[in-house]
């Protein structure tokens, strides 16, 4: 063979025939049973540690109430143009479907509502909202109404792809101009609903600069990514995203200084969009977990029909249509109002009143009946009956003779500041433990600093028969910066709350405020929850996770080929590096 090609060609045979023993050498040890085993042992490992934390996530009880539609319902069409294959319907039922099949521009009456469906979402999911301000309208005899337009995009994969988004957005416009148009009297403004992607779509109707944002009335999203997109699959994604929030905070603030903008995110409950990345600074978020009447999580679809979230949704537009005007005119008032607040108007104080100081370093907390105002600061519920109000030092209070009121102050218990061997060593042993002694109040100060750790705080009564006394509502209120939850308001002995925080930025410095039953001792301790604190990070980018898992498998192939005694330990520190960057 040598002597038919010459020297160079015997040389590449050589090369070759080396190439090819390297080859099966590096096969051999790939074949070896026991780094077989070891690598299929690590990668099913892997997934397998996701899935079990996932599947344990979720299989916390879902306290939404379905919400149903009675009567006949139905979607009808709307047409925009002939250049497009999405679809806009409005929603009807009953005697007002009825009146839409029959004369669209007559029957079209009412506040203007625009559903926006998510990645792969359907303009049918209007149904929840829909149905439940018909009823509200038709029950109660109200004098206005209100119109359920839903877009339909054909349940795109939207998250996929930037090109979508602004198609969808494109079309949005469109289907505005032709709402308005309808209208045989302009409607004073559109309330836009958002879920998930939908949400991002909405905002992005103001990168066009011929949109008019006075026609927006108010924007919801639920369980959007304002900040960033769960999937960074190319670099015009974040070119996108900075594009939105440019035209929201700087470009056009002074055009939407009339449009509030809330973003609801749904707590641990939603695998698919991080709480963190739905909030920007050109949005007010709030959490379902610390809105009055809800106290609960909600997953990435449920969110849309939570009845009690709903509810509050269908609440909040009927604030609008009773009195436009005064809406535009102060919009954060009635977003703290219905999100930020118990939703009640607030009623001057009657009767026999008292003062109060606050010294520094306590807090004022008063309790009162939902339907009385016994203090001048704004009220949140504790539960469906009663009311709470917490004054922190140094100020000047205005209470009612008879209301239930403590001063706390602020160092009484020792305060919660783990580190992060707490949170490690919080997966086996109490990390914080403090006997309280009959005291109807209490107050905890916290200071947490890892933004991937969740700690759970357990209240337990010790040997009280009395606990579940009406009197004496039991609740413990963890508030910090932009997060706030509820533990669940039962007559349960013991009750757990979660402790984090939402975003690294976020100041650490908080408090849990506790109301339980004086007559009763109880324990407070504090552990570290193991799944949630490994799912945060995975979390925080799905497509940071993809791409460490195909890295990790590339390493470990690439190293059994050309170091198989060194795979195991490549494929282990590119997983530790990825899983470092996630956190």
């Known amino acids: 063979m040598a002597w038919i090609f010459g020297f160079s060609g015997a040389k590449k045979v050589e090369e070759i025939e080396a190439f090819e023993s390297n080859k099966l050498g590096a096969l051999g040890a790939f074949r070896k049973p026991w780094l077989l085993l070891l690598r299929l042992v690590l990668i099913f490992g892997f997934l397998g540690t996701i899935v079990f934390f996932v599947a344990k996530n979720r299989s916390d009880k879902n306290e939404c109430w379905m919400t149903y539609m009675w009567g006949r319902i139905g979607l009808v069409r709307v047409p925009v143009g002939d250049d497009s294959s999405y679809s806009l319907?409005?929603?009807?039922?009953?005697?007002?479907?009825?009146?839409l099949e029959k004369d669209l521009r007559t029957a079209l009456q009412g506040v203007p509502i625009v559903f926006v469906p998510g990645n792969g979402g359907s303009g049918y999911q209007v149904r929840s909202l829909g149905s439940v301000l018909y009823n509200k309208t038709f029950v109660n005899g109200l004098p206005h109404s209100f119109d359920m337009f839903s877009l339909d995009f054909n349940e795109e994969l939207s998250g996929l792809s930037v090109d979508y988004l602004k198609a969808q957005s494109s079309f949005l416009g469109q289907a505005v101009k032709r709402i308005y148009s309808l209208y045989l009297t302009?409607?004073?403004?559109?309330?836009?609903?958002?879920?998930?992607?939908?949400?991002?779509?909405?905002?992005?109707?103001?990168?066009?600069?011929?949109?008019?944002?006075?026609?927006?009335?108010?924007?919801?999203?639920?369980?959007?990514?304002?900040?960033?997109?769960?999937?960074?699959?190319?670099?015009?994604?974040?070119?996108?995203?900075?594009?939105?929030?440019?035209?929201?905070?700087?470009?056009?603030?002074?055009?939407?200084?009339?449009?509030?903008?809330?973003?609801?995110?749904?707590?641990?409950?939603?695998?698919?969009?991080?709480?963190?990345?739905?909030?920007?600074?050109?949005?007010?978020?709030?959490?379902?977990?610390?809105?009055?009447?809800?106290?609960?999580?909600?997953?990435h679809l449920?969110?849309?029909?939570?009845?009690?979230?709903?509810?509050?949704?269908?609440?909040?537009?009927?604030?609008?249509?009773?009195?436009?005007?005064?809406?535009?005119?102060?919009?954060?008032?009635?977003?703290?109002?219905?999100?930020?607040?118990?939703?009640?108007?607030?009623?001057?104080?009657?009767?026999?009143?008292?003062?109060?100081?606050?010294?520094?370093?306590?807090?004022?907390?008063?309790?009162?009946?939902?339907?009385?105002?016994?203090?001048?600061?704004?009220?949140?519920?504790?539960?469906?009956?009663?009311?709470?109000?917490?004054?922190?030092?140094?100020?000047?209070?205005?209470?009612?003779?008879?209301?239930?009121?403590?001063?706390?102050?602020?160092?009484?218990?020792q305060p919660f500041n783990p580190s992060i061997f707490d949170t490690l060593s919080g997966l086996f042993r109490p990390v914080y433990s403090a006997q309280v002694k009959r005291r109807r109040m209490v107050y905890l100060p916290v200071n947490l600093t890892d933004p991937t750790a969740v700690f759970k705080l357990i209240l337990k009564y010790d040997r009280c028969s009395f606990f579940n006394d009406s009197k004496y509502p039991t609740r413990m209120i963890f508030d910090i910066g932009s997060a706030r939850r509820y533990s669940r308001s039962t007559s349960l002995k013991s009750q757990t709350l979660k402790l984090y925080k939402i975003d690294k930025n976020d100041d650490g410095f908080g408090h849990v405020l506790i109301v339980a039953n004086p007559k009763c001792n109880y324990r407070i301790t504090v552990t570290t929850d193991m799944s949630r604190s490994f799912m945060r990070p995975f979390q925080k980018h799905i497509s940071n996770t993809m791409a460490l898992f195909v890295a990790y498998c590339i390493a470990s192939y690439s190293c059994y080929i050309c170091f198989p005694s060194w795979a195991t330990v490549g494929g282990a520190l590119v997983l530790l590096s990825g899983i470092q960057s996630l956190v």
């Open 186 to 299: 302009p409607p004073t403004g559109i309330i836009f609903l958002g879920h998930s992607m939908g949400g991002v779509v909405v905002r992005s109707l103001l990168l066009d600069p011929s949109f008019d944002p006075s026609v927006m009335a108010a924007v919801i999203t639920l369980a959007t990514p304002h900040k960033e997109s769960p999937l960074l699959l190319s670099s015009d994604v974040r070119e996108y995203w900075d594009a939105i929030e440019k035209v929201w905070s700087r470009k056009r603030r002074n055009e939407v200084q009339h449009v509030p903008v809330v973003s609801l995110s749904a707590g641990f409950k939603d695998d698919l969009i991080y709480e963190a990345a739905t909030k920007s600074p050109s949005v007010r978020h709030f959490s379902t977990t610390s809105l009055d009447r809800l106290w609960l999580e909600a997953d």
């Open 89 to 99: 319907f409005i929603y009807g039922e009953n005697l007002q479907l009825q009146r």
């Open 302 to 413: 449920c969110i849309v029909w939570c009845n009690q979230l709903v509810r509050l949704i269908s609440r909040f537009a009927i604030s609008f249509a009773e009195a436009p005007g005064r809406f535009r005119r102060s919009p954060g008032a009635a977003v703290e109002r219905f999100f930020g607040g118990d939703g009640f108007k607030s009623t001057t104080l009657e009767g026999a009143t008292k003062s109060y100081g606050i010294p520094e370093g306590s807090a004022f907390v008063a309790l009162y009946d939902k339907n009385e105002s016994f203090v001048t600061e704004p009220a949140r519920m504790l539960n469906e009956k009663w009311r709470i109000s917490t004054v922190f030092g140094s100020s000047e209070v205005k209470i009612r003779e008879n209301a239930v009121h403590d001063i706390i102050p602020t160092s009484g218990l």
